[in-house]
Every structure is written in C-alpha cells, then in structure tokens.
C-alpha cells in the first residue's frame, strides 16, 4: 500500500480543534465536515489538497479533545498519509480506527518542506521526497494494523474478518 502527493506543512500541537473546529459538529455529514478541515489555519487547505497528499507536522498532532471527527476529516479530503514527528494519543487511535495511515519519522517531518512530492510505502515504512530524493525510514505499522488500514476501518476490518471466517 502507497500514496503519493504533494506535502501540507504544519507546526507542532495543532490540536483537533484546528483540525475540525467545534462549530461545524453539528452534522454527521463527513463530506460536509470535510470542507472546513484546517480552515483555522489553512484557508486554502481544501481548495487545494489532492487525493492522495500528505500533511506533514511537528511533535503532538491531534491533541485536545478525543473526537474521532479530526482524523475522519483529513481522510475524507483525500489525504493519503499523516506523517507527524509524533501523535496525540487519542489522534493515533482514532486515525487507525477510521482507517487513515499515520506514520511518526521526526527526520521526514523536520526536512520535508510544504509542497514537496513525497510517496510512502506503508508496508516498508519508507518515506520518499521525490522533490529533494531523501528518504526516510519510519516504523511500519504491524501487519494487523495495516489490514486495518487497508480495510478502511477497525469496523471494515472486523465485518471483512466476519465474511472470510
């Protein structure tokens, strides 16, 4: 599993609140809640960002409040791969959960700047800048892990386990 795309740089602890704000939690509507995805501090972040692209951020992404809409959000506006120098707690959970690839490199986040190319292969962990032509080593999830992943979802991935067993 790979995605490819253009990078979005951000700083360290950009909280769920950045990432969906409060006010818009009044639908269930993902692709509703989708459109105001880092609006906060990105205004042109959904006018521009592609399937398949790639946030890059700095220590702590995702932290405050434990809503699971955060990571829904950014997958539903086609990001490809979250690469963090580290992640909220709750954020990792929910982001497997909901089945968005994260990965933690503090090397790639620290050098990959805001509109470089980069392709990651998950099930190697290598992260590659194709803008500079560094890459990067992160730690790939476990193979459990990324069935979840590729599943869409814990849910997906236990109804698919259900239909095969």
Request: with cysteine; aromatic share 8%; net charge negative.
């Amino acid at each position: 599993m790979n995605t490819r795309g253009k990078t979005f740089k951000y700083y360290d602890n950009v909280d769920t609140d950045v990432i969906i704000p409060a006010r818009y939690l009044n639908t269930p509507d993902a692709k509703e809640l989708a459109l105001h995805c880092m609006e906060d501090i990105d205004t042109e972040f959904v006018k521009n960002v592609k399937s398949g692209d790639v946030m890059v951020a700095g220590w702590n992404f995702g932290c405050g409040s434990s809503r699971e809409h955060a990571p829904l959000v950014i997958k539903t506006c086609g990001v490809g791969c979250v690469i963090a120098k580290s992640f909220a707690r709750i954020f990792y959970r929910n982001a497997i959960n909901i089945g968005l690839p994260i990965l933690e490199c503090e090397a790639a986040a620290d050098e990959i700047a805001a509109n470089d190319e980069v392709e990651v292969d998950f099930d190697t962990g290598i992260i590659t800048d194709i803008t500079t032509g560094k890459s990067y080593r992160a730690q790939p999830f476990p193979s459990f892990i990324q069935n979840i992943i590729k599943s869409g979802g814990l849910l997906k991935s236990l109804k698919e386990g259900e239909a095969n067993g």
